[in-house]
């Protein structure tokens, strides 16, 4: 199982970035995908995941309402679409797929990705 996270950068505060995940060896569309976070000297931390029916999406505080968790069945890809971006956001993004819902613990999580960097400027 390959889990391919691209489309971080370097943005200023209030611009959008869109990550995607390209996903081998698992059918996205029958496991929880999720996004987790990991900002220097602290814990990796949830982000958002959606369920394999995508019909369940579940966001933390932080990031509702400006985060917005997809994925294309066909392309076996999922993207997040991050915008209003705050330079709190800084941090590397990894794509996670999981067995269970919400996968929103480490725990929880079956495959990790590699990770990609967003870097947020005030």
């Known amino acids: 199982v390959q889990l391919q996270a691209s489309g971080g950068g370097l943005v200023q505060a209030g611009g959008s970035l869109r990550l995607s995940c390209a996903a081998s060896?698992?059918?996205?569309?029958?496991?929880?995908m999720s996004w987790f976070r990991q900002a220097p000297g602290k814990e990796r931390e949830f982000v958002a995941a959606i369920r394999w029916s995508g019909i369940s999406i579940a966001y933390a505080e932080s990031v509702k309402g400006r985060f917005a968790i997809s994925r294309d069945s066909a392309k076996n890809t999922g993207h997040l679409q991050m915008n209003n971006l705050k330079p709190e956001d800084t941090a590397v993004y990894y794509c996670?797929?999981?067995?269970?819902?919400?996968?929103?613990?480490?725990?929880?999580?079956?495959?990790w990705g590699q990770g990609t960097l967003v870097t947020v400027s005030s």
């Open positions: 060896g698992v059918t996205l569309s029958r496991v929880t």
């Open positions: 996670a797929a999981a067995t269970v819902w919400p996968g929103r613990t480490v725990g929880q999580i079956d495959y």
